[in-house]
């Protein structure tokens, strides 16, 4: 492509809110993108979606929109298939790919599926299927399979806590992933285009990198760089690359993953639209790869200007 002006993007929807329990996280990325791309010369305009979202849009004059929506109905599928209707071109992934990062369940399926290493794991879908996840072993992580940003999710030390955790979970979701406990250090990838991002290595006091952690606690560390040797790094970043591609995702992203004691990877999660809050990953990755906050949210809606295939592959509009 040709050297991008801001005029090619024409008009820009910055779809934020929701109704998911990550509402409020989303509103706090959405600002940050909006004032991110006005920082870079783009008309943009935020959009708090709601259920007459479809209409507000077809009737807006928009362009192409910037997803800034976490959780179910933003980062499921469902605003993409929505925009796909509408013929709008819009930020990461499409609805198949979106679908799958957001299902953990399926997502590890397909993961085991390829080789890819993931810790074991159970769906636990009422009361009698307790007993499959004891069987995985102690302690456990008890997590809802559609949910982000750490939103009930427990750790179980004994069997006594599986049951609660298990409620806690159900309070969110139908579906319940009992995923085995990984001691180690948790890392994450972010990836914009074809392009993994410096790994970040988290360190909490907490049990794991819980809702608190990431959003409020002022004593969660962030080392970028991580701290690997570069070699390590990546070879880590490229497994990332390849769990993110295994699921048809594209745009940007960010992927979650453990090194246990061994030094060994497990795979967790794929994020299609991470946040972007002065707490988040994917913004503190770019900028230790020399992009700030307006030029990271460039490039992501310099995806947009990229169009899907029907393969899955991608090309560009001219």
Not at 131 to 150: C, D, R, T, W
Not at 163 to 169: D, I, P
Not at 186 to 196: A, M
Request: hydrophobic share 40%; charged share 20%; glycine share 12%.
């Amino acid at each position: 492509m040709s050297e991008i002006q801001a005029s090619d993007f024409g008009r820009v929807a910055v779809l934020y809110g929701g109704w998911s329990a990550e509402r409020g996280i989303s509103l706090i990325s959405g600002q940050a993108v909006y004032e991110g791309l006005l920082g870079k010369g783009v008309e943009a305009q935020l959009i708090n979606v709601d259920q007459a979202i479809v209409q507000r849009l077809g009737e807006g004059g928009f362009d192409r929109a910037f997803i800034a929506l976490h959780g179910r109905g933003g980062e499921d599928g469902v605003i993409q298939g929505a925009l796909e209707v509408l013929g709008l071109p819009y930020t990461g992934s499409g609805v198949m790919a979106s679908a799958l990062a957001m299902d953990k369940f399926r997502c590890k399926l397909l993961w085991q599926a390829l080789g890819l290493p993931t810790p074991g794991f159970r769906l636990l879908q009422d009361a009698a299927d307790l007993a499959q996840a004891e069987a995985l072993g102690l302690p456990l992580m008890i997590k809802p399979a559609h949910e982000g940003s750490s939103i009930g999710m427990s750790k179980v030390s004994s069997q006594l806590e599986l049951e609660a955790a298990w409620h806690k979970a159900r309070q969110y979701d139908g579906q319940v992933l009992a995923e085995q406990w990984i001691s180690g250090s948790e890392y994450t990838t972010g990836i914009l285009g074809e392009r993994p991002l410096p790994l970040i290595r988290l360190e909490t006091p907490h049990d794991f990198y819980d809702y608190e952690a990431k959003y409020s606690a002022e004593d969660t560390r962030y080392l970028c760089p991580c701290g690997l040797p570069q070699e390590t790094e990546e070879q880590l970043a490229q497994l990332s690359l390849r769990a993110f591609k295994a699921l048809g995702c594209s745009g940007w992203g960010r992927v979650d993953f453990m090194l246990d004691d061994a030094g060994k990877p497990w795979l967790l999660e794929v994020n299609t639209v991470p946040g972007m809050t002065d707490h988040s990953l994917v913004p503190m990755a770019a900028k230790q790869a020399g992009l700030g906050f307006d030029a990271l949210v460039w490039g992501i809606l310099a995806g947009s200007l990229i169009q899907r295939t029907e393969d899955g592959g991608r090309r560009t509009d001219d």
